[in-house]
């Protein structure tokens, strides 16, 4: 009998080995991913991801009554924001649920009045005094002629912010505060109608993003903030509107040079930022580099000089654009308008 016992004990001993090796081949056996495949990962995992067919708008535009989007589409939202912030080295921020219901508020002023404005009037369609806080304390942004899924709210306002098109937003301002390094939550907010009708286009949608009361994170973020990143990017988020951040600096003699390969793309400096204040996002220079295509994956050296009141006078870094499906986001499509303010 005790025989038996023993030799069962050694065939359990031997099984449990087997398997272990078996776990640890298995294991050695996943290969790890190269920074360029990590990329491509991320992109997939947390941009294409996020993109969605409804927010599941519970309110009313006629009865003023600004409702509510799903659980969902506003962890999309953060996720979304969050995929940007770690493309440019910056931690992770969390939703203020606390603010949803005054974003909510405040997309709603913008779209019962066809406009953006941080200062809504109290005479306004709509208005309510929670939405003037997050109107004047956020990222807004209205569309009008699209279909739900690519109307401008929630994750598609989240890269209209990121490429800040159009006049009045050459200082990247809504770009800045998505990447600002102590910004640590944000409220969101979305609206859309399907039944709504403006200057002979059907359909609207509105989002807020409320950064106010949320710079209070403890991160100092990486030296400077480039955007597109000093890293892999996807060819469809190289934006036409470069920028680079450092608190503290002054760009007002800066110059910028952007190169790929032999070829040296002019740049058009459109806005030198000087740093207001210590809660506000970083002074920075914005540039727009001209005849610039990508068709494969390419490297741009970038190199933004003669900077004064910094640790260097110079930075150079590289752009790693790999190629995928699509064009960069415009602010204005086949299918309608998009305004941000």
């Given at each position: 009998?005790?025989k ?5 004990l050694?065939?359990?001993?031997a ?55 799903s659980?969902?589409t ?11 912030r770690?493309?440019?080295?910056l931690p ?12 909510q ?22 208005w309510?005094?929670a ?12 569309g009008?002629g ?18 800040d098109?159009?006049a009045?937003?050459?200082?990247v301002?809504h770009r ?5 390094p ?5 409220g ?8 709504h ?8 949608a ?9 710079v209070?994170?403890?991160s ?13 990017v996807?060819s469809v ?5 470069w920028?680079?951040?450092?608190a ?12 790929s ?16 204040g ?11 580099p ?6 494969s ?16 006078t ?11 499906s699509?064009?960069?986001?415009r ?10 303010l």
């Amino acid at each position: 009998m005790r025989k038996v016992l023993l030799f069962s004990l050694f065939i359990l001993l031997a099984g449990g080995m087997v398997l272990s090796s078996c776990k640890k081949d298995d294991e050695e056996d996943e290969p790890e991913l190269t920074g360029l495949e990590k990329a491509k990962k991320d992109y997939e995992d947390h941009y294409v991801g996020t993109k969605l067919n409804s927010i599941g708008w519970t309110g009313s535009e006629a009865a003023c009554n600004s409702g509510d989007i799903s659980s969902s589409t506003r962890g999309k939202v953060v996720e979304r924001v969050n995929y940007y912030r770690a493309l440019c080295g910056l931690p992770s921020l969390k939703l203020n649920s606390a603010q949803n219901a005054s974003c909510q508020d405040a997309a709603l002023i913008m779209m019962a009045n066809n406009t953006l404005t941080h200062t809504p009037s109290s005479g306004m369609k709509c208005w309510t005094q929670a939405g003037y806080d997050a109107a004047s304390t956020g990222n807004i942004a209205i569309g009008w002629g699209s279909d739900e899924p690519k109307a401008n709210h929630s994750i598609n306002a989240v890269s209209g912010y990121m490429e800040d098109p159009g006049a009045g937003n050459e200082v990247v301002g809504h770009r800045a505060w998505l990447l600002h390094p102590p910004l640590s939550a944000i409220g969101t907010g979305s609206v859309y109608d399907a039944n709504h009708s403006y200057q002979g286009m059907k359909k609207a949608a509105a989002n807020c993003i409320r950064w106010g009361d949320n710079v209070n994170g403890t991160s100092s973020g990486p030296e400077f903030i480039a955007y597109p990143p000093a890293d892999y990017v996807p060819s469809v988020l190289v934006f036409p509107r470069w920028s680079f951040a450092l608190a503290n600096a002054s760009f007002a003699s800066a110059k910028v040079t952007v190169k790929s390969g032999n070829k040296t793309y002019q740049c058009n400096i459109i806005a030198r930022v000087a740093q207001q204040g210590s809660v506000n996002p970083a002074a920075r220079l914005v540039w727009e580099p001209q005849g610039l295509s990508i068709n494969s994956d390419m490297d741009f050296k970038v190199t933004v000089s003669d900077i004064q009141g910094a640790s260097k006078t110079s930075y150079t870094y590289t752009v790693k654009a790999f190629k995928v499906s699509g064009v960069a986001r415009r602010s204005e499509s086949q299918e309608g308008k998009m305004l941000f303010l």
